[in-house]
């Protein structure tokens, strides 16, 4: 992971993940807005907490917390909106995982159901 300055959206397509069809887009744009606790939806975007798995198995989480990372972040694609996705989940319905250590960040793990 790298930090990079604000950039406006690109008009650019090259690298956009697209439909079977090879011509429309996957997802939609969507916003991000804060969610309240009780909320009924599975947020698409968790900081902080504990991560929520989709396996609870030691080897994905165990090797970065002895190595000092600590969960930061969780990207989970049940948190699409129904109007969102237009195709395929691209993570294979699953969650992405991020941890930090001070000031450093690193793609934990992903998985998948």
């Known amino acids: 992971m790298f930090r990079h300055p604000f950039t406006e959206q690109s008009?650019?397509?090259?690298?956009q993940l697209l439909a079977d069809d090879g011509t429309s887009p996957v997802l939609r744009q969507a916003w991000l807005h804060p969610m309240p606790a009780d909320a009924e939806r599975t947020p698409i975007l968790t900081v902080g907490d504990e991560p929520t798995l989709i396996q609870e198995e030691g080897?994905?989480?165990?090797?970065l917390e002895s190595d000092g990372w600590e969960f930061f972040a969780c990207f989970d694609e049940d948190g699409y909106c129904d109007e969102q996705l237009l195709d395929q989940y691209p993570l294979i319905y699953g969650s992405l995982y991020v941890y930090r250590r001070g000031e450093d960040f690193t793609f934990g793990f992903w998985q998948y159901s």
């Open 11 to 15: 008009e650019h397509t090259d690298f």
């Open 59 to 63: 080897y994905y989480t165990d090797p």
